[in-house]
């Protein structure tokens, strides 16, 4: 089996993100940056299917040059090989992301190809599904629950308020929700084992965005509380805050 999992660099969730002076990017200064936690479980499950079904890991990612350390932590995990599409710019958006991913993905003859089902930087849950147009093979997302027999795929996904059970056929492509796997820690062995993998570098094949940043700025600072100290003397007002101010009743 052929397995292929696309995987990216993100910053660290406990970041406290800055605005740069461009007011179009964040301030990369002091930011620690980590493989996106969902391609934690799309990884595994890569790793799992491989160790029931034989065949390779090929760990997948579009970016600059600071993206092969999400390829290095596949690598940890127990991919066997690692491709980095080079990108001349960090200015890319998610169509660019998807193009150039679809462009070498359509000659690999993947049988399954796992992706997290989102980024937890941009959080657009788009790349899955645009790949899966590009390649025109199906394409299941937000998986919690994963079982392959023969070219049989049968997934279990999140739906709001409840489960989907969904049946499709090779070749697919999957997005890793939270819950599918318990991705494992790397231990040593693996972790200098990983070190003598080399990463092959291929260029970008398209480098034309289709969205534009205008702006980033974060969200107004929260406002200060309002404290009551006169017991039930102050219930009278804080209905009328929650009323009024609040709007909660």
């Known amino acids: 089996m052929k397995i292929i999992v696309c995987v990216s660099l993100v910053p660290d969730s406990t970041t406290k993100v800055k605005v740069s002076d461009s007011q179009k990017s964040i301030d990369e200064s002091g930011v620690s940056y980590i493989l996106n936690p969902y391609d934690e479980f799309a990884v595994e499950e890569a790793l799992k299917l491989k160790e029931k079904n034989g065949g390779e890991v ?13 390829i290095k932590k596949s690598f940890q995990m127990g991919a066997e090989k690692g491709v980095l599409i080079k990108s001349s710019s960090a200015d890319f958006d998610t169509f660019t992301v998807a193009k150039n991913l679809s462009d070498y993905l359509k000659g690999q003859n993947a049988d399954i190809i796992l992706f997290g089902k989102q980024s937890i930087d941009f ?18 997302s937000v998986v919690v629950k994963l079982d392959i027999e023969g070219d049989k795929v049968t997934a279990e996904r999140e739906v709001e308020g409840g489960k989907e059970i969904v049946e499709a056929t ?54 200060g509380g309002k404290i009551f100290t006169n017991g039930k003397d102050d219930v009278a007002e804080l209905v009328r805050l929650l009323r009024e101010e609040a709007k909660v009743i």
């Open 170 to 223: 090779l070749p697919i492509i999957i997005g890793a929700q939270k819950g599918l796997n318990e991705p494992r820690y790397p231990n040593l062995k693996s972790i200098m084992a990983a070190k003598s993998k080399p990463i092959e570098e291929i260029p970008a094949t398209y480098t034309g965005n289709t969205v534009e940043i205008i702006e980033m700025k974060l969200p107004p600072a929260k406002a």
């Open 58 to 70: 090929i760990a997948v990612s579009f970016g600059t040059d600071k993206a092969k350390d999400a």
């Open 123 to 140: 959080d657009g849950l788009l790349v899955p599904s645009m790949v899966s147009e590009f390649l025109n093979i199906p394409s299941i």
